[in-house]
Each structure stands twice: as structure tokens, then as C-alpha cells.
């Protein structure tokens, strides 16, 4: 399928869906961008606000050198330009949460200009360019708790009765980058796909713990459609998107909410709109608001942030193995295909997972399928990151594959029990499962001349044309050897003696 055809089977009612994401990852300081104060989760509220954190009369902030840091090394993993001199903006706005009335951020010069992530939809190679990524601090968070019968509201002031709102500032002034990519997504399963391929790489490089659940990794969607040719629409934003199968949840409905607008006669009004989970539908927050009316200038507090060469080389030099260079190695020294090197990759636990199992079986291709499969599996079901199993024993449970001591069938068996008890030994289960495959050529022989002599309906129906009919014999041949016969071997047998 060539590019435009594959853009038309995107299209969504005749509408093209144009996405750009914003994803702001939490960087993993253990101060804040701008003073000393922890950036520990789950304090008790405004125990970690500093006095510079609220911009208080006579404070000064100071730029926090690791969170600089982490921005480099993000821009060199994208391929992305390190500006050599940027400058830190007050974005001027008014909420609650911001109580000193502006946020420090970068505007027209950011630490990270352009750069591209590259990701897989399917088996389909994707890119999205990166228009920016700056550095700025967090604002606080709203608590409302609801009173009831007279008692105090969850979590409030234990002498309050009733409803209550209140703000917890430990999260302003914890450094953010933000990342923002050009409209190059169309479908949300392509935007998810790219918020996950950036989650895997933020995490692999340690500068963000990819906590989503704690808003560590949050992204906004913005969202238009339009028809094929047509100028790009007018967009809205979806905020605060915590996680995937949410992103993907509100990005389908604001997609179908736009074209019943457009298709009523209506037009789409810039706007940020919240998602709603329980009901599944995104709603108006309030009227998007452009640069002009943040009133960004130059922070009079903040000198101009210099990176020299010397600071990009040190930094680039420190640099982990980035999952492209892995996955290109993994094709290169293991032989796996570009998708199978991509799915290897998915985190940096998974990958050193994979090349210990690979190295120490000597069979990688087989080591991926059983990881991308059973292990993947047994990891979704049970809602776990980590996998319980030692590489050492899947390794070895893999040799037993490869040189047909048990079947996949048996393989299966076998690891729900190394599964359970963390490890043990994969030959020691093995023989006492009784699960080794038979390497009795002459009583394989004899089994299958019995299965033929005493199924003569199934091998009329096979020589009849019907191929059901084989595989009914190849089921009796392997009940008759008690699941031991290695089903390739019954199966050539089987062929050779019906030819």
C-alpha cells in the first residue's frame, strides 16, 4: 500500500484526522527546576513549596543544572539541536494554582529545536517531527473534598464542615519538558503509538520516571480534521491525557464530535476541553488562549541559559545506548527483523531481558517470539513491569525447545510452574513431568501404523481431499504416545506412509 492510498484508508467518514501531541514529562531531579526544594511524590500537601517556588518578595531563582542536563540528553536522542543560548519566558496567567500569577517557561528560544522519534504501527514504520522541546516549572494542584451530613469533607480541615477547596503547591516549580511535535499524526492509534514510543525513550534514558499514574508523563492532544486537500482545521486540545487507552478513548470521540459539528452545519472553535473517563466524551474547559495572550517576555530573574560545546560533548559522551542504536545492533548481531529489534526494544528492561536469554541460548529469534508472546501474555494478565522468570531459565527452557526434548505444548507447561516459583530447574521439571518427547524412531513408526489401520474413515476422507481428516490423525497418533511424539515428526511420518 503506497502513502496515499494509505491516507485515504485513514480517512474517517471522508474527514482526514489531523493530531499534534504536547507531552509534558516530569524530569527526575530531586529538586526543583528553580530552587532546592524536594520534588519527592506524595507529601503532605505544601510541606515542599519554597519561598522561591511561590516567587515570594526578595527571592531569586536559579537555573537547576540536572534539569538542563536531561534536556540535552533528550535532544541528542532525537536528533534534535541544542540551542547554544536559550532563554527563559513568563507565561502570564491566572489560576488558582499559579498564585504568583506567571509561569517560567521558553517561548521563542527553546533548549531543544526539532529532532524526530521514530515508532511502529503494526509492522509499519512511522516518524513524527519535533518541532521543540523546553524547559519550564509545573504549577500546583487544586483539591476539592465533599462534605456530607454535616462531616467534613474528605481529606479537609478536620474543624471544616462541608465542601472545601484548597490548593497543594508541592508540585510548583518541579522542572518539566515539554515536547511538542508537528500535526504529522492521523489516526489515534498512531498517536498512541507515538506516546508510547516517547514514554519508552524519556524512561530508557532516566530522565523521567514515565509514572503516568502520578502525572510524571501527561499528555495533550490536539486534534482537527478536515477533507483531503483542504487548509488544516481548526483545532482543539484535549489536556491532561494520563493514560494510553484514555488518549485513544478521547481522541476517537473528539474526531466524531468534529465531523457531526462540521456535517450539521456547524464550525469548531479553538478550545482546551477535559476528558471525561466515566462517560467516555470530552467537554469544554474553556476558550484556547494564543501566545499574545500569555504576555511572554524575557524572565528579568533568569540570565540567558549558555550550553557550550564542551557541556553537549560530556553529556553525549554519558549517553546510554538509545533504543534505535539496540535495535539496530539486535538486527545486525541477532538477526531479528526491524520489528521484532523494535518490540525488543520497548523498554530497556525487556531488551537487557532479551539479549541475556538470547546470549545464553544461542537462539535469539526463538528467545523473541517466546518474550513478544508468553511472557508478554503471562505480563499483560497479571499486570506486572517486571518478569518474575531469570533469563538463565527461559534460556534454558528455549534450548529444550530448539533441540525438541519437549514440544511447545510442553514448553507452555512447564512455564506456568517456573512462572510461579521464580526459577528452578528446566531439565529436573522436565524428567519429572515425564514431558521429554520421544526419540523412539521404531516406536513412532509402530504408533503410526496403528493410528493408519485403525482409522480408515479419517485417511479415506484425507486421500479424499480433506485435510481436517489429517489433522484428526495426527491427534490420535499424539493421544496414542501420550503427548510425548513430536507433532512434526508424526506429521511428516503420517504423509510419507498415505503418499
Known amino acids: 500500500m503506497n502513502s496515499e492510498s494509505a491516507r485515504r484508508a485513514a480517512l474517517v467518514r471522508g474527514f482526514e484526522v489531523v493530531i499534534g501531541i504536547e507531552t509534558h514529562a516530569q524530569l527526575s531531579t530531586r529538586s526543583k527546576i528553580f530552587s532546592g526544594a524536594s520534588t519527592a511524590f506524595g507529601a503532605a500537601p505544601n510541606t515542599q513549596a519554597s519561598a522561591v517556588d511561590l516567587a515570594l518578595p526578595g527571592t531569586l531563582p536559579v537555573a537547576n543544572r540536572g534539569a538542563v542536563e536531561r534536556a540535552i540528553r533528550f535532544g541528542l536522542a532525537v536528533g534534535a539541536t541544542i540551542a547554544p543560548v536559550s532563554i527563559f519566558a513568563r507565561k502570564n496567567y491566572f489560576y488558582p494554582d499559579l498564585p504568583k500569577g506567571y509561569q517560567i517557561s521558553q517561548y521563542e528560544t527553546p533548549v531543544v529545536q526539532g529532532g524526530a522519534v521514530d515508532f511502529f504501527v503494526g509492522d509499519v514504520a512511522h516518524r513524527v517531527q519535533l518541532t521543540r522541546a523546553h524547559l519550564e516549572e ?95 482545521g481548526t483545532r482543539r486540545e484535549i489536556k491532561n491525557l494520563n493514560s494510553f487507552r484514555f488518549m485513544q478513548q478521547a481522541i476517537d ?77 539486535f538486527q545486525s548481531e541477532y538477526s531479528l527483523g526491524a520489528y521484532d529489534a523494535s518490540m525488543m526494544t520497548q523498554s530497556l528492561k525487556i531488551a537487557e531481558y532479551f539479549e541475556a536469554t538470547a546470549v545464553a541460548s544461542g537462539e535469539p529469534k526463538l528467545g523473541a517470539n517466546w518474550i513478544m508472546g508468553e511472557i508478554s501474555r503471562r505480563l499483560n494478565a497479571a499486570g506486572l513491569d517486571d518478569i518474575p522468570l531469570p533469563p538463565g531459565t527461559l534460556a534454558a527452557l528455549i534450548v529444550r525447545i530448539a533441540d525438541r526434548t519437549i514440544s511447545n505444548a510442553a514448553a507452555r507447561q512447564l512455564l506456568d510452574s517456573l512462572w510461579e516459583g521464580g526459577g528452578g530447574d528446566v531439565d529436573a521439571l522436565i524428567d519429572a513431568r515425564g514431558l521429554r518427547q520421544m526419540r523412539d524412531a521404531g516406536e513412532l513408526d509402530r504408533i503410526v501404523d496403528e493410528v493408519i489401520a485403525t482409522n480408515p474413515k479419517s485417511v479415506a476422507e484425507f486421500r479424499a481431499g480433506k485435510d481436517k481428516a489429517f489433522n484428526a490423525l495426527v491427534g490420535q497418533a499424539m493421544k496414542a504416545s501420550r503427548g510425548k511424539a513430536d507433532p512434526a515428526d508424526v506429521s511428516a511420518l503420517l504423509r510419507k506412509k498415505l503418499a
Open 138 to 232: 509545573d504549577a500546583g494542584k487544586s483539591l476539592h473534598g465533599v462534605g456530607r451530613d454535616g462531616e467534613p469533607g474528605a481529606g479537609g480541615p478536620l474543624d471544616f464542615q462541608g465542601d472545601w477547596s484548597g490548593i497543594d503547591l508541592n508540585r510548583a516549580g518541579t522542572p518539566l519538558l515539554e515536547i511538542v511535535t508537528e500535526p504529522d499524526m492521523r489516526s489515534s492509534t498512531e498517536a498512541v503509538e507515538y506516546a508510547r514510543a516517547l514514554h519508552t525513550l524519556v524512561v530508557w534514558l532516566g530522565i523521567c520516571d514515565g509514572n503516568m499514574q502520578e502525572g510524571s508523563f501527561r499528555c495533550d492532544a490536539n486534534v482537527s480534521v478536515r477533507r483531503p486537500g483542504a487548509p488544516l
Open 253 to 329: 470521540y473528539e474526531v466524531q464530535w468534529q465531523i457531526d459539528l462540521i456535517e450539521d452545519g456547524g464550525s469548531v472553535q479553538q478550545a482546551t476541553v477535559l476528558f471525561d473517563a466515566e462517560h467516555g466524551e470530552t467537554r469544554a474547559m474553556r476558550s484556547k488562549e494564543d501566545a499574545h495572550d500569555y504576555r511572554y517576555f524575557p524572565d528579568p530573574d533568569l540570565p540567558p541559559l549558555a550550553i557550550g560545546v564542551d557541556w553537549i560533548e560530556r553529556v553525549r559522551t554519558a549517553m546510554p545506548e538509545l533504543p534505535r542504536e539496540r535495535a539496530a545492533r
